[in-house]
């Protein structure tokens, strides 16, 4: 099967066909929504939820069998810059420890019930430093893009991305302030625990990222291609594959919304498949749900990456359709509607 893009042009054009939810399905749902055995609105978020989960399945009760977590794993040139709290060779033992199933994410994804893809993107090539030069070429990035389209198994019913790669909450910074506006400081944070002086040359290599590149910076894409990362670029791919599969996604922290902001950024209402896991301890992740729009479903201080807080959010996902779908209506219980 041949690739379904092989150019950032060719990427851009999936995003100006996007599939939209199923309207009949979302008037069902809506209207068993009404007649099922409970006060209306006493489950609250979990009736938006799951009428939303119906719209994308084209049902008025949805189910979900097979649920996914894709983890994608990527190297960082800006790392020399003294970015990090820890090696670029964490990286590489870190998917070595989801290999062997020691990691958070391999235990949440399976509470979950979902299956889990790990997959590590050339770690032994960083991408470029983006304080020096773009970070990829457009073969890198779109390589990166196509590996994450291809990672979405067409069966799964409901998505969850996250990642894995020392560096990339700097990433995430360059790209939000490149995509949403403002200055270094805005974004950059403390990500896996860098003391003050990491934290100056953090917001450094931002500021100098953002200016190294100005001129692409109104342009997504190139955003992504010349401050992103190939695991960056993978999600991307992934969120715009499971919309055109029509499947929802839960996203996950800093890193994977910067990802999925690239397509917002590119083409509003990109985003509309997908809601928002948690909010994570990284400061400026509050803010950049604020700018997609996306409230999240949980807040419990995480900051771990991995798909975390999108695995154990799927358990949000997975309740709010097994209320909708297997309560019954005040009809076929025989109770009288007030």
């Not at 749902?29 to 084209?58: F, H, S």
């Not at 019913?157 to 400081?185: F, K, P, Q, R, S």
């Not at 001129?215 to 670029?233: Q, S, T, W």
């Not at 999108?310 to 997975?318: D, S």
């Amino acid at each position: 099967m041949p690739p379904a893009f092989d150019t950032l042009d060719a990427f851009r054009g999936l995003l100006a066909a996007l599939p939209e939810p199923n309207a009949a399905a979302v008037a069902a749902a809506t209207a068993r929504n009404g007649q099922l055995t409970k006060p209306p609105g006493a489950l609250g978020r979990l009736e938006t939820l799951a009428i939303w989960v119906a719209g994308w399945q084209g049902s008025a009760r949805p189910t979900i069998a097979r649920p996914q977590v894709l983890v994608f794993a990527g190297n960082h040139g800006v790392t020399a810059q003294g970015v990090s709290a820890y090696p670029a060779a964490v990286t590489a033992q870190m998917v070595a420890n989801f290999g062997s199933g020691g990691a958070a994410i391999n235990q949440l994804a399976g509470v979950a019930r979902a299956t889990l893809g790990v997959h590590a993107l050339d770690l032994d090539l960083p991408t470029q430093d983006f304080t020096q030069g773009p970070a990829m070429t457009e073969t890198e990035v779109v390589d990166a893009l196509h590996l994450g389209w291809a990672a979405v198994d067409p069966a799964c019913d409901l998505l969850a991305v996250g990642e894995m790669g020392i560096g990339n909450t700097t990433v995430a910074a360059a790209m939000a302030a490149a995509l949403h506006g403002g200055m270094a400081a805005d974004w950059a944070g403390r990500g896996t625990g860098v003391d003050d002086a990491g934290m100056a040359r953090k917001t450094a290599a931002v500021t100098a990222g953002l200016a190294r590149h100005a001129a692409i910076l109104a342009d997504p894409l190139e955003v992504l291609r010349c401050l992103g990362g190939r695991e960056i670029a993978a999600m991307t791919g992934a969120i715009l594959r499971a919309r055109h599969l029509r499947v929802p996604v839960v996203l996950d922290g800093f890193i994977a919304c910067a990802a999925a902001s690239v397509l917002e950024r590119a083409a509003p209402g990109a985003l509309d498949h997908c809601v928002a896991g948690h909010v994570s301890a990284e400061g400026a992740h509050a803010r950049l749900l604020a700018a997609l729009g996306k409230p999240p479903l949980l807040d419990l201080g995480l900051r771990l990456g991995e798909g975390s807080g999108a695995a154990l959010a799927m358990l949000v996902v997975q309740a709010a359709v097994a209320c909708h779908s297997g309560m019954a209506t005040f009809g076929e219980a025989g109770v009288a509607e007030g």
